[in-house]
């Protein structure tokens, strides 16, 4: 019954040991799966604030394409008003269309300038 004891006390402290091993082990492992878990947590946190963001953002964009839009229409009507009215109206609109044109072949030629 000693040598039951005996070995029993030996290898009680040989698990003991084995214990206090795997504890530690398994203590590093917790803190490395709490610090992955914080690094998480702020990414969602992140990623978050930026949905915010972009929506807000795209709310933003989506009145200011509906004024541009509103701006766009009244001049269209305008346009369609003028041209409608009479003759001097007709030459007028030629006259607009052909300046419109030379400006948009002078801001070619010159941004195909200052890029090359």
């Known amino acids: 019954m000693a040598d039951f004891r005996n070995n029993r006390n030996g290898t009680g402290s040989g698990m003991a040991r084995t214990e206090e091993m795997l504890d530690s082990e398994n203590q590093q492992r917790v803190d490395n799966l709490a610090s992955k878990v914080s690094r998480l947590k702020n990414l969602a946190l992140d990623i978050d604030d930026e949905a915010l963001d972009s929506n807000r953002y795209l709310d933003n ?56």
């Open 61 to 116: 964009m989506g009145g200011d394409y509906e004024s541009t839009q509103g701006l766009l229409g009244g001049s269209v009507h305008r346009l369609s008003h003028m041209v409608q009215a009479n003759r001097g109206n007709r030459k007028l609109m030629c006259y607009l269309v052909l300046g419109l044109v030379l400006l948009f072949f002078l801001t070619y030629y010159l941004v195909t300038k200052v890029t090359k």
